[in-house]
T-cell receptor
Framework: AQSVTQLGSHVSVSEGALVLLRCNYS??????LFWYVQYPNQGLQLLLK??????LVKGINGFEAEFKKSETSFHLTKPSAHMSDAAEYFC?????????????FGQGTTLQVKP | DAGITQSPRHKVTETGTPVTLRCHQT?????MYWYRQDPGHGLRLIHY???????DKGEVSDGYSVSRSKTEDFLLTLESATSSQTSVYFC??????????FGAGTRLSVL
């Protein structure tokens, strides 16, 4: 069965500092991997996706993530945090070969950005 | 914008009453999903649909039923609402490579 673990339910960084949000997955088959962002009182917005051979994936708002098969990780990074990055972030995994399109989500990480 | 509309956006109801949430999409997607979001649990799949009248259970389906009589509409029904079903409910559609897009959510309070 697939699963996702996000390390740290809350992460706090200073404005301008590096953002690192950790995600580890478990999957018996090659996965699709996603990061979503949720701003207060809004739905989830796709940040980036790993669906092909390129292991370093760039997303919106300056975020990127690297797929590391040997570490079963898909950590999200941004070189310099902005106040507007404060939100909740979700990592998700899906079965590449499946026919249901289902996603399994991590429990989420709330990012706080301090001035 | 994937053309997903959820209604109502907010609802307060009493324990034991039936509640139906609606998800409407405008782009003819085959797959649709209902999730609930609770603190510390991320999003958990309730039910999903892979076509008109084709639905299946997710991981937290107890107490919920769904119907899909038209491609564009996916209804989630709580037959007899309980306080444990107080949550935020999200509808989603799926595109190729399992990329999902979400509606704005429905905040349900069961008193």
């Amino acid at each position: 069965a697939q699963s996702v673990t996000q390390l740290g339910s809350h992460v706090s960084v200073s404005e301008g500092a590096l953002v690192l949000l950790r995600c580890n997955y478990s999957s018996s088959v090659p996965p699709y991997l996603f990061w979503y962002v949720q701003y207060p009182n809004q739905g989830l917005q796709l940040l980036l996706k790993y669906t092909s051979a390129a292991t370093l994936v760039k997303g919106i708002n300056g975020f990127e993530a690297e797929f590391k098969k040997s570490e079963t990780s898909f950590h999200l990074t941004k070189p310099s945090a902005h106040m507007s990055d404060a939100a909740e972030y979700f990592c998700a995994v899906s079965d590449r070969g499946g026919n249901t399109g289902k996603l399994i989500f991590g429990q989420g990480t709330t990012l706080q950005v301090k001035p | 914008d994937a053309g997903i509309t959820q209604s109502p956006r907010h609802k307060v109801t009493e324990t034991g009453t039936p509640v139906t949430l609606r998800c409407h999409q405008t782009e003819n997607h085959r797959y649709m999903y209902w999730y609930r979001q609770d603190p510390g649990h991320g999003l958990r799949l309730i039910h999903y649909s892979y076509g008109v009248k084709d639905t299946d259970k997710g991981e937290v389906s107890d107490g919920y039923s769904v119907s899909r009589s038209k491609t564009e509409d996916f209804l989630l029904t709580l037959e007899s609402a309980t306080s444990s079903q107080t949550s935020v409910y999200f509808c989603a559609i799926s595109e190729p490579q399992n990329i999902q897009y979400f509606g704005a959510g429905t905040r349900l309070s069961v008193l």
